[in-house]
Nanobody
Framework: QVQLVESGGGLVQPGGSLRLSCEYS????????MGWYRQAPGKQREMVAH???????????NYADSVKGRFTISRDNAKNTVYLQMNNLRPDDTAVYYC?????????????WGQGTLVTVSA
């Protein structure tokens, strides 16, 4: 099964930057599309950014409108890691950020979630 461990959260001032990392363990990282989600207090979990499987060509990323131009998702297939670079952070970016691995129904692998990492944007 797939296991995900996030790191890189913390307290940052408005306008600052953070980079989140998600280490993937399990079977064939390149076969998984990956995503970052977040959940703010009292709100539903929402998709922040998504990246296609590791062998796709071209731009295979998608972003929530609220983070376009500020956040960048990327993956390092050699390190089995997906990243979320967050720039120009705002207080409304404060949330617990979760890494997600899409399901692989063709080979019976369910989706998976990390434990979450807290990002707090405050002066």
């Amino acid at each position: 099964q797939v296991q995900l461990v996030e790191s890189g959260g913390g307290l940052v001032q408005p306008g600052g930057s953070l980079r989140l990392s998600c280490e993937y363990s399990g079977s064939m990282f390149m076969m998984n599309a990956m995503g970052w989600y977040r959940q703010a207090p009292g709100k539903q979990r929402e998709m922040v950014a998504h990246i296609g499987r590791g062998f796709t060509n071209g731009d295979n990323t998608n972003y929530a409108d609220s983070v376009k131009g500020r956040f960048t998702i990327s993956r390092d297939n050699a390190k089995n890691t997906v990243y979320l670079q967050m720039n120009n952070l705002r207080p409304d970016d404060t949330a617990v950020y979760y890494c997600h691995a899409d399901a692989r129904p063709w080979d019976g692998i369910p989706d998976a979630w990390g434990q979450g990492t807290l990002v707090t944007v405050s002066a």
